[in-house]
Every structure is written in structure tokens, then in C-alpha cells.
């Protein structure tokens, strides 16, 4: 059975913490994994992970004192990982940890990169105020129209995902801005996608980080793909799933595994 390295990236997430911890292992009932918090926080969040990693030992935690940046941490995530699969997720429960077990379905199904997409059918980007969704669908935009390797995927810029482990080895990822999934997607040999649909939820606790710096990073960033990632993503095969496949897929896995 495949194991699965989940990266997630924390600054000052200490509320959301347990309950992301609790879903997670819900979500993936007798599937291996680790949950590797790469964390840039100011508060008691990584007290808060020490804490509860003492009774779990799925739980990693790389605490960085002097640097900062949710890419970063998501390449610093990826160089801790030892799983088939590694994942990249948000702690704000924004991301629903119970969609990891629709990635690693698909991961099975010989996918090179899985990407849960709200913007197919069976997805929602409900969890988003209007103002975020102006955001976040002119970033998506911009991405497809300058990037080509993006113009596939209809859910580029969500920054949640899992990809083969081995895929990140030996590419050199320039970790500029918070859209990490858009490097991935332009700097490795990713072949094969498999997009599953998901519902992009409300943030329970903490606070958005989304900020003109981040998004003026996220410029920078494409542009620089433009330049050293112009051809990459030809050949490239993207097949959704619809939620009646997803649903069977569940089921025929717990016949054959719970």
C-alpha cells in the first residue's frame, strides 16, 4: 500500500490544528501517511503541533525561525517527505482533508499528479467571498493564458494536490509566491492528471494571508515560468472524473480494502 506525505504549510494556525489532525486520519482509515507541518508561526501553533504529536506519530514537525513564505515551506515539505505520494494542502480547513482520499484514488489509478478541481462538475467554490473569487479567478486566468502546461487544467491556482514523490526529485523548484501547484505543474515531467471534483470550504478559524505582496508574487512567478518552462506540459493528458466514477471508485476500494 502506497504511503502518503502531506505537506502543510503553517503560520499562526494554532485553532485549526486538532481538528485538521482528526479529519486527516478519518479520511484515510488504514492508508500510511505523515503530515509534515513546515511552520513560519508567531504564536504557540507549533506548541500547539508538539502537543499533539506526542500521541501521534504520523505527525512531523520542521519549525523555521528565520525564514518565511508559504512556497518555501511547501519545497522544504517536499525535501522531508518519504511517502509514494506527497500532498499539499492549507491548514485553514479550506482545503477538506477528506479529499485526500480522493487524490490517493486517483494516484491509483496511475495518475502522475492528482488535482481536485472546483470547477467540475460536482464542484464548488462556495467557501470563497466575492472579493477572494475576483482574486483568485484573475490569477487562474493569467496563469492559463501565459502558461500553456496550464491550460488543461481547469483548477490550476487552488494550491491542493498530490503528486508522485519521485517527480520532485532533481527539478529545480524556484519557490516565489504562494501558487507552489503552478510550479509543479510547469517544472516537473508531469504526464498524466487526473482531476477529481471538490467543494472549497469556509475558513473556521484564524485569518486569510492572502495580500497585495502575495499576489504581486504570484505575477513575478509566471512571468519567470514563461521564460524557463515555455514548452513543458505538451503531451500532457488530463481526464476527469465525474462524481458518480469518484463515488464508484470509493466503493470498490472499500470492498477490497476495509
Partial sequence: ?????????????????????????????????????????????????ESLAQNNPHVVLFHRENEKGLATAV???????????????????????????????AMNANADMAIPSRFIPGGSDGGLDIFRKI???????????????????????????????????????????????????????????????????????GESKLSTKVSLQYLQQVFTLMRTAANKGRGMRVIRWTPAKLNERKENYKKNHL
Fill in 1 to 49: 500500500m502506497k504511503k502518503i506525505s502531506i505537506v502543510v504549510p503553517t503560520y499562526n494556525e494554532r485553532d485549526n490544528i486538532p481538528t485538521l489532525l482528526d479529519r486527516i486520519d478519518n479520511a484515510l482509515p488504514g492508508i500510511p501517511y505523515e503530515v509534515i507541518f513546515v511552520d513560519d508561526s508567531t504564536d504557540d501553533t507549533p506548541q500547539v503541533i
Fill in 75 to 105: 519545497v522544504k515539505g517536499f525535501t522531508l517527505a518519504t511517502g509514494d505520494y506527497v500532498a499539499c494542502m492549507d491548514a485553514d480547513l479550506q482545503h477538506p482533508p477528506e479529499v485526500l482520499f480522493d487524490m490517493y484514488l
Fill in 135 to 205: 482574486v483568485s479567478g484573475t490569477a487562474r486566468y493569467i496563469g492559463i493564458i501565459l502558461l500553456p502546461c496550464l491550460r488543461k487544467i481547469t483548477d490550476p491556482t487552488s494550491g491542493l494536490f498530490m503528486v508522485r514523490r519521485e517527480l520532485l526529485e532533481d527539478v529545480h523548484l524556484n519557490p516565489v509566491g504562494w501558487k507552489i501547484m503552478v510550479e509543479v505543474i510547469a517544472m516537473c515531467p508531469v504526464k498524466k492528471v487526473l482531476e477529481t471534483p471538490y467543494a472549497f470550504h469556509d475558513r473556521e478559524a
